[in-house]
């Protein structure tokens, strides 16, 4: 059966970090290029980064830029995404999702195939 289960979401003060976690089950990551989305309340998903299968680029969009961190590794068929630096705006739950083949970098979030059930971050004093 194939599964993304995200991991490490919770609560934590302004200025402070999180490691979010994706690990997959049933089909190995090597392949994919691998997402991370949010969704607020209220608001739509949008992109917050993603690493490529091949030579390991990355992209972040700009709100999170020089503040998260996306990263593999193959052998533990885990994505991780270090979040630090934390603001109330980063709340929101957040997702990790799969492409086979993009066409575009970064890849268009209708090309993401499978997703996590996602976990919930919370920045507040």
């Known amino acids: 059966q194939v599964q993304l289960v995200e991991s490490g979401g919770g609560l934590v003060q302004p200025g402070g970090s999180l490691r979010l976690s994706c690990a997959a089950s049933?089909?190995?990551?090597?392949?994919?290029?691998i997402g991370w989305f949010r969704q607020a309340p209220g608001k739509e998903r949008e992109g917050v980064s993603c690493?490529?299968?091949?030579?390991?680029?990355?992209y972040y969009a700009d709100s999170v830029k020089g503040r998260f961190t996306i990263s593999r590794d193959n052998a533990k068929n885990t994505v991780y995404l270090q979040m630090n630096s934390l603001k109330p705006e980063d709340t929101a739950v957040y997702y990790c999702?799969?492409?086979?083949?993009?066409?575009?970098?970064?890849?268009?979030?209708?090309?993401?195939?499978?997703w996590g059930q996602g976990t919930q971050v919370t920045v507040s004093s």
């Open positions: 999702a799969t492409v086979g083949i993009a066409t575009m970098w970064p890849p268009a979030i209708y090309e993401y195939d499978y």
């Open positions: 049933g089909f190995t990551l090597d392949y994919y290029a």
């Open positions: 690493i490529s299968s091949s030579d390991g680029s990355t």
